[in-house]
């Protein structure tokens, strides 16, 4: 039975930009089963298709409108641009 994979990769804070490393775990088919941050004063932002973190100092509202503003629309499908 084939193992998960795991990578660490460093990922900006969502709102300011700080980097933290994060602990990423791949299944074997490549899909991303978990993560966690491994630097200390960084929190997850949970997201369904991608590792987001923030410092834990920002507010909620704070990381909300951040995530609003890097991926507007993320509720729509993605628009393909020709
Ligand atoms: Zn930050």
Redesign the pocket.
């Known amino acids: 039975m084939p193992d998960n994979t795991n990578i660490v990769e460093p990922h900006g ?6 980097i933290f490393n994060l602990l990423i775990v791949h299944s074997p088919s490549g899909r991303m089963v978990a993560c966690s941050v491994i630097s200390h004063g960084g929190q997850l932002v949970p997201d369904e298709t991608r590792p987001l973190v ?2 834990s ?2 507010s909620t509202k704070e990381v909300e409108t951040a995530v609003e503003r890097h991926y507007p629309g993320r509720e729509q499908p993605e628009d393909s641009e020709d």
């Not at 804070?13 to 700080?18: A, P």
Request: glycine residues 10%; aromatic residues 0%.
């Open positions: 804070c969502i709102v300011c930009g700080k923030t410092c100092r920002h």
